[in-house]
T-cell receptor
């Protein structure tokens, strides 16, 4: 069965600094990988996805993520963090080798950007 | 005009009661989901319907019963509520299930508190 891990409960970064939120996955087939963001008292919003092609994918709000097959990782990055980026970030995976086609979410990482 | 809307947004009730949460989407999608987010923010899929047909039914107590009267609606009924049912329940939708890569549109959540 597929799984996804976000090893950090919280990431703290100063505004203007680069940020990285880590995600690793395990699948039996090929992965479809996603990042979602959740602001307080709101539903999850889609940020970006990797399906195939270029390993570096760009998404909303200046975020990007790099697919690394050998390390089974899909870390979320942003060159310059904003205070408004503070939120809960979820990595998710869909396993093409799993007939259930379920989208499985990681446990979430809280990003805190201080002014 | 909210794409995925859930009602009620907040629900406080006593143990043993029966309650329902309603979800409607106006995106024209044919697949809808219920996810449960616990107090630690862990997000887990409960059910998925595609064209009113149940296609995902996770290991959820049979006190939980989803109902999809049409493609635009997916309601969740919970019988004999227990303390452990306290959580935020998210409805989501997508265009297609088997062909969809995994980009979901989420409602804002329904916070259920069982006393």
């Amino acid at each position: 069965a597929q799984s996804v891990a976000q090893p950090e409960d919280q990431v703290n970064v100063a505004e203007g600094n680069p940020l990285t939120v880590k995600c690793t996955y395990s699948v039996s087939g090929n992965p479809y990988l996603f990042w979602y963001v959740q602001y307080p008292n709101r539903g999850l919003q889609f940020l970006l996805k990797y399906i195939t092609g270029d390993n570096l994918v760009k998404g909303s709000y200046g975020f990007e993520a790099e697919f690394n097959k050998s390390q089974t990782s899909f870390h979320l990055k942003k060159p310059s963090a904003l205070v408004s980026d503070s939120a809960l970030y979820f990595c998710a995976v869909r396993d093409t080798g799993d007939s259930s086609y379920k989208l499985i979410f990681g446990s979430g990482t809280r990003l805190l950007v201080r002014p | 005009d909210t794409a995925v809307s859930q009602t009620p947004k907040y629900l406080v009730t006593q143990m043993g009661n029966d309650k329902s949460i309603k979800c409607e989407q106006n995106l024209g999608h044919d697949t809808m989901y219920w996810y449960k987010q616990d107090s630690k923010k862990f997000l887990k899929i409960m059910f998925s319907y595609n064209n009113k047909e149940l296609i995902i039914n996770e290991t959820v107590p049979n006190r939980f019963s989803p109902k999809s009267p049409d493609k635009a609606h997916l309601n969740l009924h919970i019988n004999s509520l227990e303390l452990g049912d306290s959580a935020v329940y998210f409805c989501a939708s997508s265009q297609g299930f088997w062909v969809n890569t995994g980009e979901l549109f989420f409602g804002e959540g329904s916070r259920l508190t069982v006393l």
